[in-house]
T-cell receptor, first 114, second 114 residues
Framework: DAGVTQSPTHLIKTRGQHVTLRCSPISGHKSVSWYQQVLGQGPQFIFQYYEKEERGRGNFPDRFSARQFPNYSSELNVNALLLGDSALYLC?????????????FGPGTRLTVL | AQSVTQLDSQVPVFEEAPVELRCNYSSSVSVYLFWYVQYPNQGLQLLLKYLSGSTLVKGINGFEAEFNKSQTSFHLRKPSVHISDTAEYFCAVEGGGSNYKLTFGKGTLLTVNP
């Protein structure tokens, strides 16, 4: 079975631009979470979506937004990019709605903002 | 709110030596605890998890961890490391009403030298 896939693998943007990152969850998983991992730090929670609804949001500015589609894939959008947005963006999918949800991580998208 | 402290940012060891990576957490409610490994330019892979029951948890690749509620610790151990264990290790916590969100420590870089 395919794991969590993310695209693109790498991208380079300049300050002020907009970026869209994409994630496809494991087949059968209905929940997708996004994390930002700045170099030298642990991942930080950005969003979780379940059944196209936002279930939780981390401490990120409104420039960050996301959505989930009927096929449970997800997009993370970041507007007005700042240098500090340079990071590895990780997507994780999980299959249950309550109790313990093991999250399976994708390989990430490396975003560089110049 | 939950937090995770990984007490060592870097741990160098020689091959076949034992290793312990330390993790303390802070939470006012019961939590689930995890250790993830991240190899260079890859996503996160779950090593082991504590949900309930036995405080000694065994994971993949010969790793184990012990949950100590009184000391709020979840240290990771391996009796004999290999060169291939060189990676970044992250301790994470989930729970306390935010069962959709993982809170990570800053990571410990384990370097195994020949």
């Amino acid at each position: 079975d395919a794991g969590v896939t993310q695209s693109p693998t790498h991208l380079i943007k300049t300050r002020g631009q907009h970026v869209t990152l994409r994630c496809s969850p494991i087949s059968g998983h209905k929940s997708v979470s996004w994390y930002q991992q700045v170099l030298g730090q642990g991942p930080q929670f950005i969003f979780q979506y379940y059944e196209k609804e936002e279930r939780g949001r981390g401490n990120f500015p409104d420039r960050f937004s996301a959505r989930q589609f009927p096929n449970y894939s997800s997009e993370l959008n970041v507007n007005a990019l700042l240098l500090g947005d340079s990071a590895l963006y990780l997507c994780a999918s999980s299959g249950r709605t309550s109790g313990y949800n093991e999250q399976f991580f994708g390989p990430g998208t490396r975003l560089t903002v110049l | 709110a939950q937090s995770v402290t990984q007490l060592d940012s870097q741990v160098p060891v020689f091959e076949e030596a034992p290793v312990e990576l330390r993790c303390n957490y802070s939470s006012s409610v019961s939590v689930y605890l995890f250790w993830y490994v991240q190899y260079p330019n890859q996503g996160l892979q779950l090593l082991l998890k504590y949900l309930s029951g036995s405080t000694l948890v065994k994971g993949i690749n010969g790793f184990e961890a012990e949950f100590n509620k009184s000391q709020t610790s979840f240290h990771l151990r391996k009796p004999s490391v290999h060169i291939s264990d060189t990676a970044e290790y992250f301790c994470a916590v989930e729970g306390g009403g935010s069962n959709y969100k993982l809170t990570f420590g800053k990571g410990t870089l384990l370097t195994v030298n020949p």
